[in-house]
């Protein structure tokens, strides 16, 4: 048996905690000077009007922004395209020090007019669907359907609206506010954009992480941790007939199935698991020399994810056992393997940190209605870190993400998305 453990394996739990009472201590100081109190006062401020009376009166240039990326391709791993395209836009906006990093994040930066926090803005530039999938955008009315049209273009059109304004209208900010194209956020990327940042000269000066991916007006303090598995159940393999008697590593994969299916996971917190890709066998009278099976493992809690890990790594080798024992007399090799193929950390952001804070007194000030919610994006790694970080929507309405059949409906005010992210930021960065 051989269990291989990727890269990622640097995020382990114990780490994360060591490294988040380290982060936590240093960043208070800083958030502590962005108050809740304050946003209704910055909203009413000159520039901040002016730039929430833009994004209204230039609503077509967001979703123009967010139409155009939609239809560059960006697969997993080949965002290139649309992180350039992204770049160029950062560029001609006035973004200064605009770079693409080694690992192919967009990274540019605009400096308020005095010292203050660092907020990283950010929007993912991979989709979920493969190369050659048909992306062009498909409108009726106030409604546009295509593959990733708002998980997750909507965010790249809300962070780039949000820069225009910050540096048309002259907000006179506090700090520095770091706009990003991440890659990689999407499943088989395994968040490998934000880890990259995260892991580099940058992530001492960050003090808070705001991602933006989704549709409505809710906020994501909630990380969803995942393990991720391949699991290959390993044999010489034969003919069905002449070769029967000899551990069968798809009966093997098999047992293993059924004892996931059984495995008790708790509600609260909640825990859930899945195979969700099987694979092996050549044809139907062969005894395959492998099964392979896929396991997603999740929860928002670091120690619930480990003891579900723990009982599905208890079920893979007994399931190993039994298909051995089955065959006592047999002298073929029946071995197993298992990749780790992605790591999420799990956590939250408390409701009382400064920027739940903030991000819920800007939805009070807007009169909108926001819900604090948990999921598995960008802002797993900030907030696995103990960096002040959450997710929020970018407004409108949508249905059907990571589907062919995605769709997103700006209807009458899907300018407030772009609006609540400007007040978001600004809140947390502080205006005169």
Same mark, same amino acid.
């Given at each position: ?14 780490? +994360? !905690? *060591?490294?988040?009472? #380290? @982060? ?5 100081? /800083?958030?502590?000077? =962005?108050?809740?109190?304050? &946003? ?115 965010? +790249? !059109? *809300?962070?780039?609206? #949000? @820069? ?5 209208? /002259?907000?006179?900010? =506090?700090?520095?506010?770091? &706009? ?122 670091? @120690? ?129």
């Amino acid at each position: 048996m051989r269990t291989r453990r990727s890269s990622a394996t640097l995020f382990t739990t114990v780490a +994360l !905690a *060591a490294t988040a009472l #380290t @982060a936590t201590s240093l960043r208070a100081q /800083k958030m502590a000077l =962005a108050s809740p109190d304050d &946003v209704a006062r910055i909203a009413t401020l000159p520039t901040v009007r002016a730039s929430f009376a833009a994004i209204e009166k230039d609503n077509a240039w967001t979703l123009d922004q967010q139409l155009s990326l939609c239809q560059i391709p960006a697969p997993p791993f080949k965002e290139v395209k649309r992180g350039e395209a992204f770049r160029d836009r950062l560029i001609a906006l006035g973004v200064q020090h605009v770079h693409v990093d080694k690992t192919g994040n967009v990274i540019g930066e605009i400096v308020g007019s005095r010292p203050g926090p660092t907020v990283m803005l950010s929007g993912h530039l991979d989709s979920v669907f493969p190369e050659g999938t048909n992306v062009t955008v498909k409108r009726e009315g106030t409604k546009f359907s295509a593959p990733g049209i708002y998980d997750d273009c909507r965010g +790249l !059109a *809300a962070v780039l609206s #949000t @820069a225009r304004q910050v540096i048309t209208n /002259k907000v006179p900010f =506090a700090g520095r506010l770091l &706009v990003v194209g991440t890659v990689g956020e999407e499943g088989p990327g395994n968040l490998r954009g934000v880890r990259a940042i995260f892991s580099s000269t940058l992530k001492d000066s960050i003090d808070a992480f705001i991602s933006v991916d989704g549709v409505g007006f809710n906020i994501t303090n909630g990380a969803v941790g995942s393990n991720r598995y391949r699991v290959s159940y390993v044999g010489p393999g034969g003919h069905s007939y002449s070769a029967f008697g000899m551990p069968n590593p798809i009966h093997a994969m098999g047992r293993a199935i059924a004892k996931i299916a059984d495995l008790q996971a708790t509600t609260n917190p909640k825990v859930t698991f899945n195979v969700g890709v099987v694979s092996g066998g050549t044809s139907v009278n062969s005894i395959s020399d492998k099964g392979v099976m896929e396991i997603d493992l999740r929860s928002e809690s670091a @120690a619930a994810l480990a003891a579900i890990d723990a009982k599905l790594q208890r079920a893979l080798r007994a399931a190993l056992a039994e298909e051995r024992a089955r065959w006592p007399l047999s002298k073929v090799p029946l071995d197993i393997t298992i990749d780790t193929i992605g790591l999420r950390p799990a956590g939250r952001t408390a409701e009382t940190s400064p920027i739940i804070r903030v991000a819920l007194a800007a939805s009070k000030t807007m009169q909108l209605v926001s819900a604090l919610t948990g999921n598995s994006t960008d802002a797993n790694i900030a907030i696995g870190m103990g960096i002040p970080a959450m997710t929020i929507d970018g407004g409108g309405k949508g249905h059907g993400a990571h589907s062919l059949g995605e769709w997103y409906d700006d209807g009458t005010d899907g300018y407030k998305g772009p609006q609540w992210v400007l007040l978001i930021t600004l809140g947390l960065l502080g205006v005169k």
